[in-house]
């Protein structure tokens, strides 16, 4: 199998060819394109191929690096994120675990507050509910809060959105409700399967693989779906 790896930097697009069957590995490095980072990597590949004689078509697989999304949460430039999330938890994201690198004093920056994952005036609740253990349906999904947070979400101008519903860990029957009224290109949902096996359609499933609390699960949500956004922006120019 011959297969492509691309990880685009701030200065260098790296590009490794790999032969699953013979071991062989080729090495190219090209500059990066920051106005298009696409261009580079489209740039880059063919110089690959064409400086080792590779045919294009038998490629099998490219895969894509992470560092330009490192960058965009380090930048603090990442796509507009939207989040929904069950009603009384809209600013779980804000008072994190109430750990603090100073306790006791309320003149500290506090990283996540002072530069949000996702701004409050995005970050919109729904009713329902979920209960442990295993995640039994203590309040209905409201499906008519879920059309009125995706358009206010989407006249705000947001890019991508977030589902980050209490306990879905255990369960996801919420998430496959809600995702046909989100008018999102890139939705992103922390959680894990529905009664049946399912994922939500449409929706990028992270799954936990622990059980996070309320906090953690979101900070892991919301920075895949700010960087998410930015690379499936880019990887899907013609």
Request: charged share 20%.
């Amino acid at each position: 199998m011959y297969l492509i790896g691309v990880d685009v930097g701030g200065t260098f697009t790296d590009i490794v060819f790999a032969d699953t069957e013979s071991s062989r590995t080729l090495i190219h490095k090209t500059p990066t394109t920051k106005d298009d980072p696409s261009r580079g990597v489209v740039a880059g590949i063919s110089a690959l191929c064409a400086r080792f004689d590779l045919p294009r078509q038998a490629i099998d697989h490219v895969l894509h690096g992470t560092t330009i999304g490192t960058n965009a949460v380090l930048e603090y430039n990442g796509a507009v994120t939207g989040m929904i999330t069950t009603a009384g938890y809209r600013d779980i994201v804000h008072i994190g675990r109430h750990q603090r690198p100073q306790h006791y004093s309320i003149r500290q920056e506090i990283p996540w507050q002072d530069r949000p994952l996702v701004q409050r005036r995005h970050r919109l609740t729904v009713a329902e509910r979920l209960a442990p253990p295993r995640g039994e349906v203590l309040a209905p999904l409201d499906e008519a809060a879920v059309r009125e947070a995706a358009r206010t979400l989407r006249t705000a101008g947001v890019e991508a959105i977030a589902i980050c519903f209490l306990f879905s860990y255990l369960n996801c029957v919420h998430q496959i409700e809600m995702s046909p009224f989100l008018p999102f290109r890139n939705v992103t949902a922390v959680g894990g399967r529905a009664a049946g096996g399912r994922g939500a359609p449409g929706v990028a499933q992270r799954p936990t693989g622990a059980r996070l609390s309320g906090a953690r699960n979101r900070t892991t949500c919301l920075p895949s779906e700010r960087e998410l956004a930015r690379l499936v922006e880019r990887l899907s120019r013609p």
